[in-house]
């Protein structure tokens, strides 16, 4: 019997990137959102693809993603930034990981490919940009480091690494943002 899978993303004033990431998850079983209070279109487009919509205040991207992660159902939990991406090919990889049965790793991490000004970056450390996106629900939390938080075991971490990407779209710029002070790197 396949296990079930809910995706948790995070979002404020995002209309321009979650439709294009929603689309690319909504054959997972629950997708979660966690707004903080958005003020452009973003709402609307994610009540296209869920009703599972909370809104509360920024409080960390720790903070937000916990409580995303705390509003799942499913077997495993699939963290997901608006700005991202799951390719056919890792769709595939999960799938087959939520077909298996047995005790297999309790969380995945993954290759993330960082996108600046529609160029990827490959160098300098941006590639492979391995982050836990993958995990049995209750496996663990994220700490409140900001803005790059880990992933906290609840027991000894038992993972593995998938061999496709996902890919972040980094370089759309939110509006009045000065192109030459964003950095192409992870965030």
């Known amino acids: 019997m396949r296990q079930t899978i809910s995706c948790a993303t995070v979002v404020f004033n995002e209309e321009r990137n979650i439709r294009d990431c929603l689309e690319t998850a909504k054959w997972m079983d629950e ?3 966690v ?6 279109r973003t709402l609307e487009i994610c ?3 869920t009703t599972r919509i909370y809104q509360r205040p920024w409080n960390g991207f720790g903070e937000q993603k916990n409580f995303s992660i705390d509003q799942a159902t ?7 930034d608006a700005d991202e991406r799951i390719s056919d090919e890792l769709r595939r990889e ?3 990981i939520l077909s298996s049965q047995g005790d297999g790793p309790v969380g995945y991490s993954l290759p993330r490919r960082n996108y600046y000004y529609g160029k990827w970056v490959k160098w300098a450390g941006c590639y492979p940009d391995y982050q836990l996106r993958l995990f049995r629900r209750g496996a663990g939390r994220l700490d409140d480091a900001e803005p790059h938080n880990r992933f906290v075991f609840r027991n000894a971490p038992l993972r593995i690494t998938f061999a ?3 890919t972040s779209r980094r370089w759309r710029q939110r509006s009045g943002a000065n192109p030459s002070r964003q950095c192409p790197g992870p965030i």
């Open 31 to 33: 997708i979660i959102v």
């Open 35 to 40: 707004d903080a209070f958005s003020q452009d």
């Open 47 to 49: 009540r296209q693809y």
């Open 74 to 80: 499913c077997d495993w939990v699939f963290i997901l």
């Open 94 to 96: 999960i799938e087959m």
């Open 164 to 166: 496709n990407s996902i």
